[in-house]
């Protein structure tokens, strides 16, 4: 991770908050926070990040926006998916103010996009807090 931020500065930060923002199972905030130990000003690290993190969330949006159509019916039949669609359902708009947290807040924009959400309110929701979320973590370190 230090290599790549090494290497390709500000961009090396985007590429891997943007990756840490899909399903792959590592930590956009320890690749801030290694940012700026490497001497990434904070606020470059902020804005790198959260360019690379709300992107990815807007792909994943899209991936479940385009996906509806073909993969409602295997959706509906997994017990996962219609566990989603069920809290999607019952929740709405609302579930994205989850969107920041691990684990859940990326298929959350992905099930946000299956259920076509407003994408300007997603896009809303994403932002504040996935911002929100770095800007925590640079306080704290």
């Known amino acids: ?9 500000g961009f090396g930060l985007f590429l891997l908050s943007f990756l840490a923002a899909t399903l792959l199972p590592f930590s956009s905030e320890v690749a801030l926070f290694t940012a700026v130990s490497l001497g990434i000003p904070a606020t ?13 969330c807007v792909f994943n949006y899209g991936i479940g926006y ?3 159509k ?5 959706i509906r039949k997994s017990k996962w998916g219609l566990r989603a669609i069920e809290m999607w359902e019952k929740y709405g708009v609302w579930s994205l103010l989850l969107n920041w947290a691990p684990l859940i807040g ?14 300007w309110v997603f896009l809303l929701f994403v932002v504040t807090l996935r911002v929100g979320r770095y800007v925590l973590v640079l306080q704290l370190v």
């Open 1 to 9: 991770m230090s290599d790549l931020i090494l290497e390709y500065g």
């Open 44 to 56: 470059e690290a902020l804005l790198w990040a959260s360019s690379g993190n709300v992107l990815a």
């Open 66 to 68: 385009l996906a509806r």
């Open 70 to 74: 073909k993969t409602d019916e295997k």
């Open 106 to 119: 990326d298929p959350i924009t992905i099930v946000a996009g299956l259920g076509k959400t407003n994408f």
